[in-house]
T-cell receptor, first 116, second 111 residues
């Protein structure tokens, strides 16, 4: 079963529009960690944020913000006032403490295309 | 501080051959994980190494094997290559239990 679901495969927005990426996860663990990574065309995964299951506080970092809701098992990501440099694939990932390591289960990713 | 590096960047092999991919972890990191990313998909966990021992394995056959060296660098070996092994192979390093930082990957094409 897919542990991380990112429903939208490709999203196109015009520059300066906001874009929200949805992430729904599934776990029986009470201790887990959620991540967002950005993958530009070069291929390297760039770490954006990590949240643990005990911290539901939303976070803002510049034009990026994250909304974590345990009640709906969601960890959504919003880019405000998008720029062409935001064009990339964005991955949501889950790490479950029960594995005894920090292995990541990734969603299929959201391809974001920002049109100038 | 040096980030995660991988070599080679690209590789072409034929079915049945063997391949070795290499990864140098970020300075101070003691854990290395390997992921396979097929085209259009999210990365899939292959295995992790901590203190030169395998510390968890995903759903990959035994022909995928690895090593970690005392300096925490790592190798991924794949024997008897199949066409479906064509993918981007990503290495990530971390301190125990913390955030993983990824290298640029090795693109493997199996013909």
């Amino acid at each position: 079963a897919q542990k991380v679901t990112q429903a939208q495969t490709e999203i196109s927005v015009v520059e300066k529009e906001d874009v929200t990426l949805d992430c729904v996860y599934e776990t029986r663990d009470t201790t887990y960690y959620l991540f967002w990574y950005k993958q530009p065309p070069s291929g390297e995964l760039v770490f954006l944020i990590r949240r643990n299951s005990f911290d539901e506080q939303n976070e803002i970092s510049g034009r990026y913000s994250w909304n974590f809701q345990k009640s709906t098992s969601s960890f959504n990501f919003t880019i405000t006032a998008s720029q062409v440099v935001d064009s990339a694939v964005y991955f949501c990932a889950l790490s479950e403490a029960s594995y005894g390591n920090n292995r990541l289960a990734f969603g299929k990713g959201n391809q974001v295309v920002v049109i100038p | 501080e040096t980030g995660v590096t991988q070599s080679p960047t690209h590789l072409i092999k034929t079915r049945g051959q063997q391949v070795t991919l290499r990864c140098s972890s970020q300075s101070g990191h003691n854990t290395v994980s390997w992921y396979q990313q097929a085209l259009g998909q999210g990365p899939q966990f292959i295995f992790q190494y901590y203190r030169e021992e395998e510390n968890g394995r995903g759903n990959f056959p035994p022909r995928f094997s690895g090593l970690q060296f005392p300096n925490y660098s790592s190798e991924l070996n794949v024997n008897a290559l199949e066409l479906d092994d064509s993918a981007l192979y990503l290495c990530a390093s971390s301190l125990t239990g913390l955030t993983q930082y990824f290298g640029p990957g090795t693109r493997l094409l199996v013909l």
